[in-house]
């Protein structure tokens, strides 16, 4: 069964972050807030943790479009090619913040992803998440949970998704109530800036 833990956003805790951290290590699955919806990851270096998620999404790993959650924009640039001035303006205009952006993925992609021409990265306005990745020392790789049945209250009470999730995953945080809108998915890697998903994120950065 998961562990459950209670981290408050405002200070977290860096023990308990801690804990998380090692489960993370040892290829775990964490349930944790963002600033959207909250997420299900893994350790973007953690093989089995990876197949593991794509059988819980029931996709196949090299066709899955899992974000990489990263600390911040210097992070960022571990996975992505070269990006144009343009390019950076908007994402230090927008980050962290409840944004995807889709850039092109250079040769340092973990071997899963190296088929992939593009990444979704994301850096949450979320102090949890944001330390999680920082302990962790490289990027979760992140999927949002959802519900079939479309019950809101289910994808933002950290108690609700422990009852759901407490068999299939490692760690559930509870960083208290999430939200039930998603990221804004913007795609950077063509020639102008294309909104793919209207989410949280105004599109007003451009």
């Keep these: 069964m998961a562990k459950f833990i209670k981290i408050y956003p405002d200070n977290p805790n860096a023990k308990e972050i801690a804990k998380v951290v090692r489960i993370l290590r040892e290829g775990g699955l964490v349930i944790y807030p963002t ?3 909250y997420g299900l990851g893994c350790d973007i ?7 593991k ?37 908007i994402l230090k205009r927008s980050l962290p913040g409840p944004y995807t952006f889709i850039l092109p993925g250079n040769n ?8 992939k021409k593009t990444v979704g990265i994301r850096v949450p306005d979320n102090s949890i998440a944001l330390e999680l990745v920082r302990q962790l020392g490289n990027p979760i790789v992140s999927t949002s949970i959802y519900d079939e049945d479309s ?25 208290g109530f999430g939200d039930n809108q998603a990221s804004t998915i913007i795609d950077l890697s063509g020639p102008e800036p294309e909104v793919l998903r209207e989410g949280k994120g105004s599109i007003d950065v451009f």
């Excluded at 210097?74 to 001035?85: A, F, G, L, P, R």
């Excluded at 019950?151 to 960083?175: A, C, H, M, R, S």
């Design 151 to 175: 019950v809101v209250e289910y994808t933002t009470d950290p108690e609700l998704i422990f009852e759901k999730w407490q068999n299939i995953v490692d760690v559930v945080i509870d960083g």
């Design 108 to 115: 340092s992609l973990p071997k899963e992803f190296k088929k």
């Design 45 to 51: 270096t953690n093989s089995k943790a990876l197949e």
């Design 35 to 37: 600033d959207t919806v």
């Design 53 to 89: 998620i794509a059988r819980i999404k029931g996709i196949k790993l090299d066709k899955a479009n899992f974000s990489f959650v990263c600390h911040d924009l210097s992070n960022i640039s571990d996975y992505v090619k070269q990006i144009e001035t343009s390019t950076f303006k």
